[in-house]
């Protein structure tokens, strides 16, 4: 592409070399016609050139100030004197087109309700069309933010795991040390909900839920009589909790003489708050629990299940569903559910998930968060420190258990095409474990992905997740 002062001296040299022409005609006729054309011909040429120029500064100016107006947005609780300085510090930093073309006038900020619109202008010097007259060509663009144009329901699905005490051993001994995962999630996670606080302007703009998982989910025992809940896995016999005994305690086989089902718990008063899977294939939709249709309760979890030998489940924090981050209340509660998560139990992500999206779906057991308001986006925020290793049906609870996976495959599927936008973040100590595909296919796209080796950088991980769901968009 040719440079604009080639495109001048080219310019310039057609010129000169019809001026030339024009002093060397003899015949009277052809000097008048080409002395009448001239002016023209350098008024075209000039416009041409000056027009790409403006083009230039236009678009040096339009990118400017769209970064002066997200700086603006982003930050609350300025005034308009303060918005005009910070405009025009990143204006001033980000406009690169040189001196020649001009110096933009001082920025212009206009709050108005829930937006503000910055504007500028330049009068930028002409060069051949000040030929006749016109010296400058008046530039201007404007930019608006728009605050609360976006409303955000987010649900946080954390891990806590009995290894997310590392690098200490389990249970944690060390609150204060931000090397060990749980406690660098904790911050992480308070970080994040500032940010998302500072967003919120008018009462449920974001709203939040936070799922801590293990095997299973913990619900709170206050929820033990609720009509979403059953105990019909937990009774089941041959399945259950309970064993083969016959009538002298020893245990036995089933089909043998004597040999009968003995319940463990029959009154379920053992019950600590937890939840294991749906029946399938409720434990990968968002289909809210009807009390006709068993199938999509939520079965309370024993501490044992004799069609799960491996099973020993753990899940000591509650969660909590989604809650307005500006109701003085809901936002202790949040703070509260994050200082008391407590490392310990095997890694069941697909149930974690399932509660994610299930705590934002109408009609949802905990807290019916009602319908989704209009230009709402839905967010789950995924992190796990490990593989998956077991659930209701299989798997050890020490090693990587592809049953698992595969159940965890269908409730990310499912959940991205309801439109949920899902971050997945993987926490592998110095990469001893390598990636986690699940985890790396559940993300909504590779730049929703995160595959971190040091338990510090779940701070840096949560930070880059927020400003990208907080980001204000440029409407204008």
Known sequence: MMSKGKMFRDLIGRTARRVGAFVAAKRGNVAMIFALSLIPLCVAAGTGLDYAR???????????IDSAALAVGSTTGLTTAQMQTLAQQY??????????????????????????????SDQMPTTLMAV???????????TKVVWGQMKLWVSLVLDNTGSMCEPDSQPCTNDNNANIKINAL?????????????????SKDVMVSIVPFTTGVNVGTANKSASWLTYAPWDLAGSGYGSYKKSNGNSCTKGTSGCNWVATDSDHSTWNGCVMDR??????????PSAGTVATLFPAAPAGLYSQSNWSLTCPTKLIGMTDVLDSTGWTNLNNTVTNMTAGGATNQAIGLAWGWMLMTSGSPIVDPGALPANTQQVIILLSDGLNTQDRWSGSGSSQDSGTDARMNLVCSNAKAAGITI?????????????STVLQNCATDSSKYFDLTAASQIISAFNQIGEQITNLRVAQ
């Open 54 to 64: 403006s083009i230039v500064v236009r678009s040096s100016m339009a990118e400017a």
């Open 91 to 120: 204006f001033t930093a980000n406009y690169k087109a040189d001196s020649s073309y001009g110096t933009p006038a001082a920025i212009t900020v206009t709050p108005s309700g829930q937006s503000v619109t910055i504007s500028v």
């Open 132 to 142: 006749v007259g016109i010296r400058t060509l008046a530039i201007t663009t404007s």
């Open 186 to 202: 904790k911050t992480a996670t308070t970080n994040l909900l500032t940010m998302l606080k500072s967003v919120a302007v008018n």
């Open 279 to 288: 029946n399938q294939s409720y434990d990968v939709q968002n289909t809210v």
């Open 423 to 435: 971050y997945a973040v993987f926490v592998d100590l110095n990469g001893t474990q390598g990636n």
